[in-house]
């Protein structure tokens, strides 16, 4: 008697995905799946947060200046070390640490991939138990293979990505991942410790009701933005409104929500961060990435997020980023003529 399931654990999907596709190595499929293992491990810290000596400051800051969490180093620790261990990555840059790691052992050189992450957005959160997650983005080297990775293989275009996705660790646990084949979305089942396709194909529609953007930085903004913001709330039932503006100072949470729902994610820059605030290697560029394979779109106001090339591993970006009515809309606003600071 056959046996029909109706899902397919993570492992299952990526491997007929890859047979899909000719002379396939697997070696991608191997990483998402060495990814997917590191994030079970942090999803179990992260659930007993509030019962062990994890939640708080470490003592310590980030490249950034930041102070970190002890949930940031346990979850960057756990990054590393199955990337390391494993033997589809060449080496890695995390934004929790100053300069990239090489993973300089025979194996890990004749890798094809290097990957890129933020171990744990969001984490000023952690003590409030509010959504967190994971972020990161593979790119294929352009380093001679069998040679340690360098410099050049990570500092590339966010459009040279491969793969890139995302962890939230919420009410439930899901890996949503994209490649240039699709987007695809994974919870997971507790009682199998294992992630199963919930959300395949993901689209982000082209309109949606909600827009995030951090009010209480408001009057740092330029006039243009703050114009469009004061439009956005003044929209009538004719214009698409009202919307919902909803901000909760973790990146995976709201652009979540927005890849499911639709809407629209701004982080512009200000007068005290000039040049944007969020990540363009470990926030943006993923984001921007699989917002773009879903049908959404992503820019820094001036251009198109993939097509910004890094001068360093920590530079930071404005980002406008969610359904592509409503950054059309957001962008036709900011490359109009600067007008004087519009009342709320």
Do not use: W
Request: a negative charge.
């Amino acid at each position: 008697m056959a046996v029909r399931r109706q899902i397919l654990t993570l492992d299952e999907f990526t491997i007929q995905q890859y047979r899909k596709i000719p002379n396939a190595t697997g070696e991608l499929s191997t990483l998402l799946r060495d990814i997917a293992l590191a994030a079970k491990r942090i999803n179990v810290e992260v659930n007993k947060a509030g019962l062990v000596d994890i939640i708080g400051d470490a003592g310590i800051t980030n490249v950034q200046g930041e102070a970190v969490k002890k949930l940031d180093v346990f979850a960057n620790n756990q990054m590393l070390g199955v990337l390391q261990n494993g033997i589809s990555c060449a080496g890695i840059c995390s934004e929790e640490m100053d300069d990239m790691v090489v993973f300089n052992d025979e194996m890990s050189n004749r890798s094809k991939y290097v990957v890129m992450f933020d171990p744990l957005d969001g984490s000023s959160n952690i003590d409030t138990n509010v959504s967190i997650g994971t972020i990161f983005g593979v790119y294929r080297r352009v380093s001679e293979l069998g040679t340690p990775c360098v410099m050049a293989d990570f500092l590339q275009y966010g459009l040279k990505q491969v793969a890139a996705g995302y962890v939230v660790y919420g009410s439930s646990t899901m890996f949503v991942y994209a490649t240039r084949r699709g987007v695809n979305g994974f919870t997971l089942d507790p009682s199998i410790g294992e992630f199963c396709l919930s959300h395949p194909e993901i689209k982000c529609p082209d309109d949606g009701k909600i827009y995030s953007v951090n009010g209480g930085y408001y009057s740092q903004y330029k006039n243009n933005v703050k114009n469009f913001i004061n439009r956005l709330q003044n929209k009538t039932k004719q214009e698409g409104g009202p919307l919902t503006q909803r901000f909760t100072g973790s990146m995976v949470a709201d652009l979540h929500r927005t890849l499911i729902k639709g809407g629209l994610f701004m982080y512009p820059l200000t007068t005290e961060n000039p040049h944007g605030k969020l990540r363009l290697m470990y926030e943006c560029n993923p984001f921007a990435f699989i917002m773009e394979v879903a049908g959404g779109k992503a820019s820094s106001g001036d251009s198109r997020i993939l097509d910004i090339l890094p001068a360093s591993l920590h530079d930071r970006t404005p980002i406008f980023i969610g359904s592509k009515n409503m950054v059309d809309e957001c962008l036709e606003e900011l490359n109009g003529r600067e007008t004087p600071n519009a009342e709320r």
